[in-house]
Nanobody, 124 residues
Framework: QVQLVESGGGLVQAGGSLRLSCAAS????????MGWFRQAPGKEREFVAG????????YYSDSVKGRFTISRDNAKNTVFLQMNSLKPEDTAVYYC?????????????????WGQGTQVTVSS
């Protein structure tokens, strides 16, 4: 079992930055690939970014590529999402997810554990 707790969400103006954190507890964090997903009101949950268990491979959706950066610190059992140049369309609840395996996937059904989410609101 893995417990995930996100933090760092909030209200920011367009063009601003936020850094989300996801702290993991339970099983060995370094055996899990991690992903960030988001869900806006009335929309389906969508993939944002993923990182392999070693941190050596990262993946991004086209909508955030070049603006967001995913990273992890296995010594601190934490994954991060640095979000720059935020846009109103980035407004959503952001979730981190863990997958028991080396590689991150775009599909949410590949992930085994989920956090409770943190709200990100970008004002225009």
């Amino acid at each position: 079992q893995v417990q995930l707790v996100e933090s760092g969400g909030g209200l920011v103006q367009a063009g601003g930055s936020l850094r989300l954190s996801c702290a993991a507890s339970g099983r060995t964090f370094s055996r899990y690939a991690m992903g960030w997903f988001r869900q806006a009101p009335g929309k389906e949950r969508e993939f944002v970014a993923g990182i392999s268990w070693s941190g050596g491979s990262t993946y991004y959706s086209d909508s955030v590529k070049g603006r967001f950066t995913i990273s992890r610190d296995n010594a601190k059992n934490t994954v991060f999402l640095q979000m720059n140049s935020l846009k109103p369309e980035d407004t959503a609840v952001y979730y981190c997810a863990a997958r028991d395996g080396a590689r991150a996937f775009i599909s949410s059904n590949k992930y085994d554990y989920w956090g409770q989410g943190t709200q990100v609101t970008v004002s225009s």
